[in-house]
């Protein structure tokens, strides 16, 4: 990685605030990588692969280019044509002799290219659950150059304390100062781009597409093999979770439709990353990222609606059969979850005799939906728990009452 690749990525990220993290410019790499590849060791295949040359590609395949190698990122020719549309390209490298695999599905899948997953699928790709330890194996004993930190020289107007540069507006585009001499960063051993970012999340073509709301990619994904549908991701996430967190009704159906089952999965993973397992292989933005939005542990699709207040999704998921007084780990119902976030219409909906949820029902440690909207000040779900008559009485575990649960707020 020589400075002028640097100075391209960090122009890239264009951070555009006060304060500018040195590891942030790498979490950005991966997509200056796919608009400008030569920068980071390509080929003059990845070069015709990832722009859909198909006879340029057919020349140098022709010529003897080398099929399996690998740019700086550890994509294949193969990969790149994939996740860019390519098909023609991914049929002839496919046919002299590259690899198809699960990430080719998986950017194919992610980015909507429907004969490219239709040609995939048909040469035997499998879209498999992923490997979700936090071990990071793909690594072996290499290190992501992501997640390393570097010491770079800052402009004069800027403050290096700790990685963290602190300059003017003026100059907080990118605080390094490439006009100094510094060393090239080429063998210094400090670690290798990645295109890693499904790996770490564990996340199969089939989440990706549901993410990305690509609904024929879905059904074709789905078409055949349903294995994908009971994987999870690394916050125990299943393809069907994710069409929720969307909000994504079309998608919800598609999935119950091919397996009226899974609606009673619930998040029962978590990858841990940290103390055993290489918890500096994240940066901080990705870091961040990776914890932002968990699925709490026991959370069915319809916690999920609860927690989001997605009204006319969750009347479907009772209507296809969900069950209201299902319990999460902590023992909490949609009720719950519902009443903690303020949720006032799902909470209504919960309410009515014919969907049949307990207003009085209790978490493990004894608390009711009540206990839930008084700790989250769910000021409008109070209201209708006390209109509706729920108990006021009642007490938790700890011997608290809803109103002195919310005067410990």
């Given at each position: 990685m020589y400075k002028k690749d640097w100075k391209a990525a960090c122009e890239q990220a264009n951070k555009g605030s006060g304060r500018f993290h040195i590891p942030d410019i790498n979490v950005y790499?991966?997509?200056?990588?796919?608009?400008?590849?030569?920068?980071?060791?390509?080929?003059?295949?990845?070069?015709?692969?990832?722009?859909?040359?198909?006879?340029?590609?057919?020349?140098?395949?022709?010529?003897?280019?080398?099929?399996?190698?690998?740019n700086s990122a550890h994509q294949t020719a193969i990969q790149l044509a994939a996740e860019n549309g390519h098909a023609k390209v991914v049929k002839a490298l496919y046919e002299a002799g590259a690899v198809a695999d699960q990430t080719a599905l998986h950017h194919a899948a992610e980015n909507n290219r429907l004969e490219v997953v239709k040609f995939l699928l048909k040469a035997g790709v499998k879209d498999t659950c992923l490997r979700c330890d936090g071990s990071f194996y793909w690594l072996e004993t290499k290190s992501r150059l992501q997640s390393t930190e570097f010491d770079f020289w800052a402009k004069d107007n800027c403050i290096n304390d700790m990685n963290l540069l602190i300059c003017s507006v003026e100059t907080a585009r990118c605080a390094v100062d490439w006009e100094r001499q510094w060393e090239e960063l080429e063998d210094d051993g400090i670690g290798e781009l990645f295109d890693d970012k499904h790996l770490i999340l564990c996340q199969t073509a089939l989440h990706a597409a549901v993410a990305s709301g690509h609904k024929n990619v879905v059904s074709i994904l789905i078409s055949e093999e349903t294995s994908a549908l009971n994987c999870y991701d690394y916050t125990g996430r299943t393809p069907l979770h994710e069409a929720v967190r969307r909000n994504d009704e079309k998608l919800v159906e598609i999935l119950l439709e091919k397996q009226p089952q899974i609606i009673h999965?619930?998040?029962?993973?978590?990858?841990?990353?940290?103390?055993?397992?290489?918890?500096?292989?994240?940066?901080?933005?990705?870091?961040?990222?990776?914890?932002?939005?968990?699925?709490?542990?026991?959370?069915?699709?319809?916690?999920?609606?609860?927690?989001?207040?997605?009204?006319?999704?969750?009347?479907?998921?009772?209507?296809?059969?969900?069950?209201?007084?299902?319990?999460?780990?902590?023992?909490?119902?949609?009720?719950?979850?519902?009443?903690?976030?303020?949720?006032?219409?799902?909470?209504?909906?919960?309410?009515?005799?014919?969907?049949?949820?307990?207003?009085?029902?209790?978490?493990?440690?004894?608390?009711?939906?009540?206990?839930?909207?008084?700790?989250?000040?769910?000021?409008?779900?109070?209201?209708?728990?006390?209109?509706?008559?729920?108990?006021?009485?009642?007490?938790?575990?700890?011997?608290?009452?809803?109103?002195?649960?919310?005067?410990?707020?």
């Open positions: 790499m991966p997509e200056f990588l796919s608009k400008s590849p030569r920068f980071f060791g390509a080929s003059l295949l990845h070069a015709a692969a990832h722009g859909g040359h198909i006879h340029v590609v057919r020349f140098l395949l022709d010529n003897n280019a080398s099929i399996s190698a690998v999965q619930n998040c029962n993973h978590w990858q841990q990353v940290g103390e055993n397992f290489r918890s500096d292989m994240l940066s901080v933005q990705e870091s961040i990222d990776y914890h932002k939005d968990i699925c709490h542990c026991g959370y069915t699709p319809l916690h999920l609606v609860a927690r989001y207040g997605n009204v006319d999704l969750g009347i479907s998921l009772i209507l296809s059969g969900a069950k209201v007084d299902i319990q999460d780990c902590s023992g909490a119902t949609p009720f719950h979850v519902a009443a903690c976030h303020n949720k006032r219409k799902f909470v209504q909906v919960l309410s009515h005799p014919k969907a049949g949820g307990d207003i009085n029902s209790k978490t493990l440690n004894g608390s009711t939906p009540l206990h839930s909207a008084a700790t989250c000040a769910a000021v409008e779900v109070i209201d209708h728990l006390l209109y509706w008559k729920a108990n006021l009485t009642a007490v938790d575990d700890y011997g608290r009452r809803r109103y002195t649960t919310r005067f410990l707020m």
